[in-house]
Nanobody, 127 residues
Framework: QVQLVESGGGLVQAGGSLRLSCATSERAFSNYGIGWFRQAPGKEREFVASTSWTGRRTEYSESVKGRVTLSRDSAKNTVYLEMNSLKPEDTAVYYC????????????????????WGQGIQVTVSS
């Protein structure tokens, strides 16, 4: 079983920034790819960002590209999602997830490709 723990969410004004963290075990960090998804009220869960298992490739959704940066800290077994220039439409519950699709530089972007999910954390952007 892989445990993923998100932190760093909260309430921020439009234009502000937040950094979300996803902490996991060393074993999980080394053997799974970690990605971020979000789900707004009344909407389906959508892909936000993910990186290949090698860390060499990162993909972002068009809705966040240029405003969001995903990074990995192997010393802390943590994946970060730095979000800037936040908009009210970024309001959602954000989830990190672990994928076993660890083939070289492949970046899994479909939620069906992820086996384990964190509990989710709320991000609210006020206008």
């Amino acid at each position: 079983q892989v445990q993923l723990v998100e932190s760093g969410g909260g309430l921020v004004q439009a234009g502000g920034s937040l950094r979300l963290s996803c902490a996991t075990s060393e074993r999980a960090f080394s053997n799974y790819g970690i990605g971020w998804f979000r789900q707004a009220p009344g909407k389906e869960r959508e892909f936000v960002a993910s990186t290949s298992w090698t860390g060499r490739r990162t993909e972002y959704s068009e809705s966040v590209k240029g405003r969001v940066t995903l990074s990995r800290d192997s010393a802390k077994n943590t994946v970060y999602l730095e979000m800037n220039s936040l908009k009210p439409e970024d309001t959602a519950v954000y989830y990190c997830a672990a994928s076993a699709r660890v083939t070289l530089d492949y970046v899994p972007v479909g939620d069906y490709e992820y086996l384990y999910w964190g509990q989710g954390i709320q991000v609210t952007v006020s206008s």
